[in-house]
C-alpha cells in the first residue's frame, strides 16, 4: 500500500518560516497534489494544490505567504510557509490524487492518497 510521509513540521514564532514535505512510499502517477490543514476543532480546509501541468492555486488566506512545489517525477510536494501567523496554526496534510486539481475556486480534491499529517505550531 503506497503511502505519503509528511515533515518538515514544528513550532515557530509568528512571522517565522517553516518548509514542509511530502514523499511518496512507491509510484503514484498522481496529477494533483496538494496540502490540507486542521485546526482544533476545525474542519479540514485546502491550502494549496499543484496540477502536473504546473497550475497551482491557494486558499485565500495563504495566498502571498505560502508556495507550492512539485517534483511529480519523484512523487516529492512542498510546502514553503513564510510570515506564519498564529491562525496558521494545525496539522498539515498532504494528499494526492489521480486527477487533474479542480479549477472551481474553493473545490479541493478529495484525495486518492493522504500522508499522516504533521504538526504546525505558530505562536504570537
Known amino acids: 500500500q503506497v503511502q505519503l510521509m509528511e515533515s518538515g513540521g514544528g513550532s515557530v514564532q509568528a512571522g517565522g518560516s517553516l518548509r514542509l514535505s511530502c514523499k511518496a512510499s512507491?509510484?503514484?502517477?498522481?496529477?494533483?497534489l496538494g496540502w490540507f490543514r486542521q485546526a482544533p476543532g476545525k474542519e479540514r480546509e485546502g491550502v494549496a494544490d499543484i496540477s502536473r501541468d504546473g497550475d497551482t492555486r491557494y486558499a485565500d488566506s495563504v495566498k502571498g505567504r505560502f508556495t507550492i512545489s512539485a517534483d511529480f517525477t519523484r512523487d516529492t510536494l512542498y510546502l514553503q510557509m513564510n510570515s506564519l501567523k498564529p491562525e496558521d496554526t494545525g496539522v498539515y496534510f498532504c494528499?494526492?490524487?489521480?486527477?487533474?486539481?479542480?479549477?472551481?475556486?474553493?473545490?479541493?480534491?478529495?484525495?486518492?492518497?493522504w500522508g499522516q499529517g504533521t504538526q504546525v505550531t505558530v505562536s504570537s
Open positions: 494528499a494526492s490524487d489521480k486527477f487533474y486539481c479542480f479549477s472551481t475556486p474553493g473545490r479541493w480534491m478529495t484525495g486518492q492518497y
Open positions: 512507491g509510484s503514484i502517477n498522481a496529477h494533483c
